[in-house]
């Protein structure tokens, strides 16, 4: 099986692990994977601007909490590896699962794919963008009907 990894970074001959956060608390150093190759495109967001992600196959959207024109500031795009799942393991986060695995060990890429922008690979890969302030994303991730009011959301065209 093939996972994916996001990464700013478009160079990476080996993903190295990284220590990583949960509820502000260090769980661990992880090298973290998907098989869902539109969620691995969304974490291709910078770190520091908050996010509420739905990989679905069906209509994958992203909510990015930020003006349109901040990211684009420092939009540097990214890459996507390819990795091989034989070092991954189920997360450590047991609400997260389903959607990534870790590894405790680096792990050398097979493939990978470029992009210039973050904006551009989300489009390319028909996933939904749509741009909220922070007030309205804290609404947003209260509200039992989420579903429903990202999609009554303007979607972002570049």
């Known amino acids: ?6 990464s700013q970074q478009k160079d990476l001959e080996i993903i190295n692990p990284q220590p ?3 509820n502000n608390i260090l769980i661990g150093n992880y090298v973290f994977a998907t098989k869902n190759r539109n969620l691995a495109l969304m974490y291709l967001v910078p770190k520091g601007i908050v996010t509420l992600m739905d990989p679905s196959p069906n209509k994958p959207n992203i909510v990015i909490c930020t003006n349109p024109n901040k990211l684009l500031e420092i939009d540097n795009g990214g890459a996507i590896y390819e990795l091989p799942s034989k070092s ?3 997360s450590p986060q047991e609400t997260l699962e389903r959607y990534e695995k870790v590894s405790l060990i680096p792990v050398k890429p097979i493939k990978k794919e470029v992009f210039n922008s973050v904006i551009g690979a989300l489009i390319s890969n028909r996933i939904e963008i ?3 302030n922070e007030v309205n994303f804290k609404k947003l991730i209260m509200n039992k009907n989420q579903k ?4 009554k959301m303007p979607q972002y065209f570049n």
């Open 20 to 22: 990583a956060l949960s």
């Open 88 to 90: 991954f393991v189920k």
């Open 148 to 151: 429903d009011l990202i999609s």
């Open 1 to 6: 099986m093939i996972l994916y990894h996001a």
């Open 130 to 132: 749509r741009f909220t």
